[in-house]
């Protein structure tokens, strides 16, 4: 079987690019200004591997699901740690760029309290594990988040994921950096996560 690929920002999220640049770990967009390095032994995630796992998760809200396969925006980029198939929950970690909009201005935490509403509707089991903080990412001030749900398959499997979501406002846009694991970390921990989130580089003040 095909495994599963958790993510907050599941309906966030569709295609990887592949990553730029000499070293084939390190992806860079020039036009955002930003740059990930990814483990050697993690994979970047191609489109038709992130569509498969998006067409295998069931959300609550079925309506919605069909929106999110139809409508999703591609990241930046998105990693997961095995190749597929893999037959677990797969630990991922994926960076979108959105515009600001109305919440030009918030503060990042104000910002994932008006997702996290969202969230709460199309996970199931959905709690915070803790309530949006701010810190930092690449030194800039940075809205985080730590939840759990409980992610079903089509096939009947389900996984109790711990979700960590990260927003950075950069001018009129901000990033959303999502990563899923296992609650237990039985197949790829969060420290893993941290080390990633580590090598962040954000070098534009205002955005595409």
Not at 77 to 85: F, G, N, Q, S
Not at 87 to 101: A, E, Q, T, W, Y
Not at 158 to 177: C, H, K, N, Q
Not at 194 to 208: A, C, D, F, N, Q
Request: proline residues 7%; aromatic residues 10%; hydrophobic residues 40%.
């Amino acid at each position: 079987m095909r495994s599963a690929i958790p993510a907050v920002c599941l309906f966030l999220t569709l295609v990887a690019f592949a990553p730029a640049g000499e070293d084939p770990n390190v992806f860079r967009s020039v036009t955002v200004g930003f740059e990930v390095v990814k483990p050697s032994s993690w994979h970047f995630v191609t489109a038709e591997q992130n569509l498969e796992s998006l067409k295998q998760t069931k959300l609550n809200d079925k309506e919605f699901h069909k929106l999110m396969l139809n409508y999703a925006k591609a990241p930046l980029v998105a990693i997961m740690k095995y190749p597929e198939p893999f037959d677990d929950l797969n630990p991922s970690f994926k960076v979108n760029i959105r515009p600001l909009g109305q919440m030009k201005g918030a503060d990042p935490r104000e910002i994932l309290v008006m997702l996290s509403g969202q969230f709460k509707k199309i996970l199931k089991d959905y709690r915070a594990e803790m309530s949006p903080v701010v810190t930092l990412v690449a030194g800039l001030p940075t809205g985080y988040l730590r939840a759990h749900y409980t992610l079903e398959t089509n096939e009947g499997r389900s996984f109790a994921v711990t979700s960590e979501l990260w927003i950075v406002p950069r001018g009129d846009y901000f990033f959303m950096i999502g990563a899923g694991t296992r609650q237990d970390e039985a197949t790829g921990s969060r420290r893993e996560i941290r080390e990633i989130l580590k090598t962040i580089r954000i070098t534009s003040r205002e955005g595409p």
